[in-house]
């Protein structure tokens, strides 16, 4: 194992396994205007499967990716291939019904086996392994919470088991099984088919930053550098799907954020991947690495904007996994960004019936491999007008009273909470006691002012003021980033966009 990688404590700096495990190809920046089928904004899982499956069908397709492919909620997964995707099908069955959580459930095993397929007949070497998924608890409200799940299974006729042991040497009071699921390493998976769709003739560009897409009816996909992509149809996969006037989506999604540790340990690993219902949750697989086996530690998710002290998140995971397993190295650490619906189903499909030409997948929670690939499968039959029983569950534009109201009213009222918090918190804090590398919030001249001190003492002072709606960005020490509670925008520490809604980076003071 290299030896940058290796401390004894916590590497100093954030890097994915995924990521710094593969060769990812890249690709120029658009630079003239392009007339297409299909343009594809976003180039992560959702955006790459949806073009390959797109091209294949025959279509002109061109991906366009604001930054580098694979380097978003793609490349930070924990990549388990499953339809366990927690505490979900008593929750479905209870706020819509059995036949809309057994879609969801037959959604997510068509996805798997059209992920396994591809790997077989394409001979993908991507560390594809069949695995048991375990829920488990150890509390006596998780326990009464899995009871609720197991009933759940067996009225949608889920194969699995409920047991009160597991392969893994953790304390568990219940356990609910989930047999025959799946990993991954989806970087490998995804690079092979980024190599077929250069064949099939799939346009790629990175560092090329959608800005809006005009005339519903015939999209035209507008860029940061004034090109301008004619297209039939948009697929926005872009996470939060960036024509949210028309969407009004930052009502009806919100960010969370969670961590991943990748730790050495001398225990061999038992098979299976994990996932506690309790909290904080814990989620754990392995992955082989070279001749040993990495331990994946997962969990400690928060709203983002809203995690505290950040770094203390990777310390919890990192005392988690040295207290159970011995854990002896921490070789990689991470932590992504995921979008939940008020209901829980992801919202994917046409914006509207009036706006039909302008797609959207997005809110996968914390679970986009397999509803990732779910979501290309059916953007590429919504497009080719081929029938497909999910479009009206997923469908954005649907809404359900019993399932939308209360999740409705509560996070806008957070959200607007966030907003007037924001502009009233006062700062005791100074310039001079900020230390190099780090970032903290000043008054200055009264305003609220994010300071950022690089290594080498040079300052840079950004107006806090999130540029999609207002709220007040807080600094996220492990990832050097600036977040914003409200709707998840995130910006580097020198205020450039990082990850929507936000389009504009944050305003610039005046830098020391
Ligand atoms: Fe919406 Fe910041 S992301 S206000």
């Not at 909620?73 to 059995?98: M, S």
């Not at 006037?245 to 969670?258: K, N």
């Not at 569950?393 to 959200?415: G, M, Q, T, Y």
Request: hydrophobic letters at 35%.
């Amino acid at each position: 194992m290299e030896g940058k990688k290796t401390d004894s404590n916590m590497p100093p700096y954030t890097e994915s396994f995924w990521r710094d495990t593969v060769q990812i190809p890249s690709f120029s920046r658009l630079d003239r205007d392009l007339e297409v089928d299909v343009g594809i904004i976003g180039g992560g899982i959702t955006g790459i499967i949806s073009a390959y499956l797109l091209a294949k069908e025959g279509y002109a397709v061109t991906l366009l990716e604001a930054g580098s492919l694979l380097n978003g909620t793609t490349g930070h997964t924990t990549a388990k291939v499953t339809a366990q995707h927690g505490l979900i099908y008593h929750e479905l069955i209870e706020r819509f019904n059995p036949t809309t959580a057994s879609a969801y459930y037959q959604f997510n095993l068509a996805a798997m086996e059209w992920i396994k397929q591809i790997i077989e007949q394409k001979q993908i070497v991507c560390d594809f392994s069949e695995e048991d998924a375990y829920l488990f608890t150890n509390s006596e409200g998780g326990v009464n919470s899995l009871i609720e799940e197991k009933n759940a299974y067996k009225q949608l006729g889920i194969d699995h088991d409920y047991i009160e042991e597991v392969p893994i040497d953790i304390p568990v009071e219940a356990a609910l099984r989930m047999n025959k699921q799946y990993q991954f390493h989806p970087l490998k998976f995804l690079t092979r088919l980024l190599e077929d769709m250069e064949s099939l003739g799939v346009q790629i560009y990175e560092n090329t930053m959608a800005i809006g897409v005009e005339d519903p009816q015939n999209p035209v996909i507008q860029t940061k550098e004034g090109h301008q992509v004619l297209c039939q149809k948009v697929v926005e996969a872009s996470h939060f799907p960036f024509t949210d006037a028309r969407g009004g989506f930052s009502t009806r999604l919100y960010p969370e954020r969670s961590y991943v540790t990748a730790v050495r340990t001398k225990q061999p690993y038992p098979g299976g991947m994990y996932a506690s219902v309790d909290t904080p949750m814990r989620s754990i697989r392995a992955v082989p690495y070279q001749d040993e086996t990495l331990w994946l530690i997962g969990g400690e998710s928060h709203k983002t904007g809203k995690g505290g002290e950040t770094e203390a998140h990777y310390k919890a995971l990192i005392d988690y996994a040295r207290e159970h397993f011995s854990a002896e190295e921490v070789s990689y650490r991470w932590s992504s960004q995921d979008l939940t619906t008020l209901d829980k189903l992801p919202y994917i499909g046409p914006l509207s019936d009036r706006q039909s030409n302008i797609l959207v997948a997005t809110g996968f929670r914390k679970w986009g491999m397999t509803l990732a690939a779910g979501a290309a499968k059916l953007i590429t039959d919504i497009i080719s007008g081929k029938k497909n029983r999910f479009q009206k569950i997923f469908a954005p534009n649907r809404f359900h009273p019993k399932a939308h109201l209360k999740a409705f009213a509560k996070f806008n009222a957070d959200s607007a909470k966030e907003l007037v918090k924001g502009k009233m918190e006062g700062s005791s804090n100074t310039i001079e006691n900020i230390p190099p590398s780090q970032a903290g919030i000043v008054r200055v001249e009264g305003q609220r002012t994010g300071v950022y001190r690089e290594e080498n003492g040079t300052l840079h002072l950004i107006d806090t003021t999130c540029t999609h709606m207002g709220c007040e960005v807080n600094w996220n020490q492990a990832e050097k980033t600036w977040d914003c509670p409200c709707h998840g925008s995130r910006f580097s520490a020198t205020g450039e966009v990082l990850e929507g809604p936000a389009k504009m980076p944050l305003k610039q003071k005046d830098n020391r």
